[in-house]
């Protein structure tokens, strides 16, 4: 990859990781108005709509898969959208939001282990240290955004493994991703595996009883924007660009971007519901950014070296 096309890249995947902590945001203004699972359902919904429209104007159709292509799919639904949802909704009833996004914040590290364990990536020194200070810094964001919650919340067991199940299912979904994204293409798996996940978090909130539509009449106009949000732009949008950088820079680069989702989140919340932004979040806040710099500094480096060593006369 050319040095400038790794540059746009790393920028989608910024997007993506502030995309995605401004879904922090709207599902706190979804949250007193439609049950945990209906939202979900919603939200893929909505995904499902959006990618399935832009397929249709853009006159792509979908591709024809074999069975192992449909089984990795079936995998990444299930994983990816169904169970991260459903541990992530139900987690939260039994731990607070700030412990949570503490053990989700592993997420860099742990996706890191493992495509180093399953996928044979290598990990510089400089990867490895770029983890530890977005680790860190989004241990320092989280910490000084809400310490007297986490003081006060001592959660549960059952909540702590619940959200521990959400870092588990976004690693396998990550990894799984890289080889089937390759192959089809980050739009064809995209709009696939959300498709097939859908249709899990419809069954799953048809059959807990709550797929309770009457309530879709008490919801407010800032609750339906935040639905399309999540749905058409933290959902449809943000997976293609992320699934599109696992492609091109491989899990451990993509993975450290994550890291940025506890900042994004305590900005998001201080412009739109006038949260209060401390030093310790502006200290993480700097942290991660060093981090994710350092995690990509060694192979930007390499790829302009590369570049360098192919423009110049003497390796024609």
């Not at 397929?55 to 449909?70: D, E, K, Y």
């Not at 990867?127 to 320092?140: D, H, W």
């Not at 890289?178 to 048809?206: D, F, K």
């Not at 971007?257 to 412009?271: E, H």
Request: proline fraction near 3%; glycine fraction near 12%; charge should be positive.
């Amino acid at each position: 990859m050319k040095p400038a096309a790794d540059a746009i890249t790393c920028l989608k995947l910024c997007l993506v990781s502030m995309i995605w902590g401004g879904t922090f945001v709207a599902g706190r203004f979804l949250s007193d108005e439609m049950p945990p699972l209906l939202s979900a359902s919603l939200r893929f919904v909505m995904a499902s709509l959006a990618l399935l429209g832009f397929l249709l104007l853009s006159r792509i159709p979908l591709v024809r898969l074999n069975t192992r292509q449909f089984l990795q799919l079936l995998l990444l639904g299930f994983f990816g959208i169904f169970l991260y949802n459903l541990c992530f909704f139900y987690g939260l009833r039994e731990i607070g939001a700030s412990r949570a996004a503490l053990i989700v914040a592993l997420n860099p590290a742990v996706m890191a282990l493992v495509a180093r364990v399953f996928l044979r990536d290598t990990l510089s020194i400089g990867q490895l240290s770029g983890i530890a200070l977005c680790l860190a810094g989004a241990g320092m964001v989280i910490l000084g955004h809400a310490a007297p919650a986490l003081a006060g919340n001592a959660g549960s067991g059952w909540g702590d493994a619940l959200i521990l199940g959400c870092v588990a299912s976004w690693v396998i979904y990550s990894v799984c991703a890289r080889e089937l994204s390759a192959t089809i293409g980050p739009l064809q798996t995209v709009t696939l595996s959300i498709l097939l996940g859908t249709a899990m978090l419809c069954a799953a909130t048809l059959a807990l009883g709550q797929m309770q539509l009457a309530s879709l009449a008490r919801v407010s106009g800032p609750g339906w924007l935040s639905l399309l949000y999540l749905g058409v732009v933290g959902s449809a949008l943000a997976y293609i660009w992320y699934y599109d950088g696992i492609a091109r820079i491989g899990v451990t680069r993509a993975g450290s971007f994550i890291a940025l989702n506890p900042l994004t989140a305590v900005l998001s919340g201080a412009l739109l519901l006038g949260e209060t932004l401390t030093w310790r979040s502006c200290t993480g806040g700097g942290l991660i950014i060093a981090g994710i710099l350092l995690c990509n500094a060694g192979a930007r480096l390499r790829l302009a070296w590369r570049a360098r060593l192919q423009a110049s006369p003497g390796s024609r």
